[in-house]
């Protein structure tokens, strides 16, 4: 008798709103669906709906491996932080139970900056069961190093999730050097480096202007844009929240995008990949894989002088959008061949 083809079960934070991991799981779950849409079973995991509803969810995807017993199957998991790990090492372990295979994709860096014992269980539960699909080299690194039970891994760049690169669409310059600052703004996301150092610039006469596109996240990154946006003057435009259709357009407008983030889960900003397409070159801390996306030249510890870095690369002038473009261009070809793979493991 033929076997019956094995179900596919999906967990992970789906839009809205269209953050990054979310982003990610919806594009992974449709390349999926191209090829085995009646036995995919998508469990959203993310927090964009009430708690009850959001519990609900959580426990009818706990439920669905409890009965799933009689016959292996996948299950794909869009890795999170914070408490939400935990519910995954309880999926992991019950995919382990029944039998299936499990592909876990890591969009977090904060338990590789130092040791979780979440993360230490759920690599150990699934070590014989589970591939770690990681965002670069540096993740699988610091992942083995830290985790030396995550065995099995692929290394599949958030690039080839991304459009072609467009490096002709960038502006011509002209006028100020326009800076570009495109996030969930936050301290911790840089926002207040940022306008720190427009204020520097200004001050020294240089003739630069600043983008600020993103919400503000908290009452604190509020008051700092206030107090630059009277401060500033002309020399500050924000844009408040862009819908994803408009982000080109913002990233057409700038010449240097600008990243400090300090963020503890920072692993392959998509900002950073969306302006490269674009063939605009990126300044940013040195957190996650962000110096392979970026280059070695164009970041610094996050205990550095980024302001240092900035003027080094005003001097020197724009680095043409051809070359920034080509380096996006390989990331994402590598990414595409890695996709085909991490889509041939779920569905295949």
């Not at 469990?43 to 009818?60: E, I, Q, S, W, Y």
């Not at 999170?80 to 977090?108: D, I, P, S």
């Not at 202007?209 to 008051?223: I, K, M, N, S, T």
């Amino acid at each position: 008798m033929a076997q019956r083809p094995s179900t596919i079960r999906v967990y992970g934070p789906l839009p809205p709103p269209a953050v990054g991991l979310a982003r990610v799981t919806a594009a992974v779950t449709a390349r999926v669906r191209e090829r085995a849409a009646d036995r995919t079973i998508v469990f959203d995991t993310g927090d964009g709906v009430p708690a009850p509803l959001r519990l609900r969810r959580l426990l009818h995807g706990l439920a669905s491996l409890l009965v799933a017993r009689r016959r292996a199957g996948v299950v794909y998991v869009g890795g999170a932080g914070g408490e939400l790990l935990w519910y995954q090492v309880l999926v992991v372990a019950l995919a382990r139970v029944a039998g299936h295979r499990v592909l876990f994709h890591h969009h977090n860096y904060s338990y590789l900056h130092e040791p979780s014992r979440a993360m230490a269980l759920l690599t150990r539960i699934g070590s014989t069961c589970t591939t770690h699909v990681v965002l670069g080299e540096t993740m699988a690194t610091d992942l083995r190093r830290l985790y030396p039970s995550a065995r099995d891994t692929l290394v599949c760049s958030n690039a080839g999730l991304l459009p072609a690169a467009e490096p002709g669409a960038r502006r011509e310059r002209r006028g100020p050097v326009v800076l570009g600052h495109l996030s969930n703004l936050t301290v911790a996301k840089g926002v207040d480096v940022v306008l720190r150092l427009t204020r520097s610039l200004l001050d020294e006469g240089r003739d630069v202007r600043l983008v600020l596109a993103g919400p503000c996240l908290d009452d604190e990154a509020q008051a700092l844009v206030d107090a630059a946006v009277h401060d500033l003057g002309d020399a500050l435009e924000v844009t408040g929240p862009v819908p994803q259709d408009r982000v080109d357009e913002i990233y057409r407008r700038i010449d240097l995008f600008v990243f400090p983030s300090r963020y503890a889960n920072e692993t392959e900003p998509l900002v950073l990949l969306d302006g490269m397409r674009l063939g605009v070159p990126a300044l940013a801390f040195d957190t996650g894989c962000v110096r392979e996306v970026v280059g070695d030249d164009h970041v610094v510890a996050p205990d550095g002088d980024f302001g240092a870095l900035v003027r080094r690369h005003l001097d020197a002038g724009p680095e043409p959008a051809e070359r920034v473009a080509a380096r996006f261009t390989r990331r994402r070809d590598d990414a595409l061949a890695a996709q085909e793979r991490l889509v041939d493991q779920i569905a295949g």
